[in-house]
């Protein structure tokens, strides 16, 4: 079954908006991005261990612009992989690679039988024809790993190596087949020795190995980077690539892909659900490299990357910028948060920016707001800056509930445009999106 998420939540952050999701590996595979998260659901009495991870499944998600995603629906079920030990509830972080015509999907669990490694996870494969699959699992894990996290990497020689956690970060090669070690575990080296470490993901530029992974270097997770000259080290700690998380979110995991010469990091947040950080969401923001390999800091975003169509219903609330005072966030129904959210402007100059609007090549010639307004308001859509020229000006009305409000467009604007939306005059007004038509 394809599932369209629905287009007025893509392109801004999270990207998944119909289901939590973490833990994201994205590949590019002919000319679309996929990503194989995992897939967090809220705990249940019976499903797996209290307040933690719940994961029973994974689903995959494509996109030909990352702006507007695919969920093509389940992939792989804990129930339907005979050595995990049914209703484990421990489907966490995978990876996929495409190898010889096949693609090669990796996930940790739980296995039913424990004699040969005690408690503790197992790494295995299932092997599909299509990136979307249908995945076909393996009878038995793979031989000799114990751990979380896989992620395999294949260097320019052809030769596939593993990378899982537990605790440290291991690496080994992997034979041709993909689903046996065609060498001796070993702790990759010279990474930073106290604090947890795992989701490793290694990549290769311009001759340097990069082995990045979440650590916990004071008391939750930031995403780190170490070089090296070759696929298993030893590496050399460079820096950091994201800060941990301004709100708490205990975990982070992430993967790097270059797509269309543009590097992205791909990383979660609990977005959708701030109270319980065990059910979070895939996030992707833009990532650069300084001339001598350096990876520049990537500070999070809510807007994201790629751009908005003019015509499409704009989460504004996804913000590039916004005013220090007089305008907030919050989710529209606190009780069903997968609905998004709305801005709230309280104060007259109060504005927020939001980036790469396409107005395309026909000028439009009205905008639309879906807005709610207690005592009334004005607000103008400004170009480019706050105090750039006015596209258009809506009056809300006080005690308006929820409504389409719309205006003429003043301007002939076309291409790609920078949108401030401004609060004219005293009084209130919600906004849940904005459009163009
Ligand atoms: O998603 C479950 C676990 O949380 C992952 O395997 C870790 O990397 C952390 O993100």
Excluded at 221 to 250: H, Q
Aim: net charge neutral.
């Amino acid at each position: 079954m394809l599932l369209l998420l629905t287009k007025s939540a893509s392109a801004q952050n999270p990207i998944i908006t119909n289901q939590y999701s973490a833990d994201p590996s994205a590949r590019v595979f002919g000319d679309k991005v996929y990503v194989y998260p995992s897939h967090d659901i809220p705990p249940a009495p019976g499903k797996g261990r209290p307040n933690w991870f719940v994961m029973e499944d994974y689903h995959v998600f494509s996109s030909l612009n990352l702006s507007d995603w695919t969920d093509h629906g389940m992939i792989v079920h804990q129930n339907k992989v005979p050595w995990v030990k049914p209703d484990s509830y421990n489907m966490w972080a995978p990876d996929c690679i495409y190898r010889n015509g096949k693609y090669y999907f990796y996930f940790p669990a739980t296995p039913s039988d424990t004699t040969a490694g005690g408690r503790g996870f197992s790494i295995g494969v299932a092997i599909a024809d299509k990136p979307t699959g249908p995945f076909v699992p393996q009878e038995t894990p793979i031989k000799n790993v114990r751990g979380i996290d896989p992620n395999v990497f294949i260097d320019k020689d052809g030769q596939a190596y593993l990378y899982w956690s537990q605790g440290n970060i291991y690496g080994a090669k992997l034979k041709e087949n993909m689903l046996e070690l065609a060498s001796s575990p070993v702790i990759l080296q010279q990474l930073p020795e106290k604090g947890l470490k795992e989701g490793p993901f290694l990549f290769e530029r311009n001759g340097l190995y990069y082995m990045t992974y979440p650590h916990v270097e004071k008391k939750i997770e930031r995403l780190e980077y170490a070089v090296g000259n070759s696929p298993l080290g030893p590496f050399k700690f460079t820096g950091v690539i994201m800060d941990e998380s301004a709100t708490g979110c205990w975990t982070n995991h992430h993967s790097l892909l270059n797509f269309k010469n543009q590097w992205y990091l791909f990383y979660h947040h609990n977005d959708l659900s701030p109270a319980f950080d065990k059910n979070r969401s895939v996030r992707i923001d833009s990532l650069f490299f300084n001339p001598d390999g350096i990876i520049k800091k990537v500070i999070p975003t809510l807007r994201g990357v790629g751009l908005t169509k003019a015509s499409q219903k704009i989460q504004v609330d996804r913000y590039s910028n916004i005013s220090d005072r007089g305008a907030s966030v919050g989710f529209l129904d606190t009780t069903d948060r997968f609905k998004g959210w709305k801005i709230h402007f309280s104060a007259p100059g109060a504005w927020l920016q939001y980036n790469s609007v396409d107005f395309g090549a026909k000028p439009p010639v009205k905008a639309v707001f879906r807005a709610a307004s207690t005592k009334g308001g004005t607000l103008q859509i400004r170009i480019n800056s706050v105090s750039g020229p006015v596209l258009a000006e809506l009056n809300i009305p006080g005690n308006t509930s929820w409504e389409t409000v719309g205006s003429e467009v003043k301007l002939p604007e076309t291409g790609v445009k920078h949108l401030f939306v401004t609060m004219k005059s005293e009084g209130d007004v919600e906004i849940d999106w904005l459009s163009f038509q």
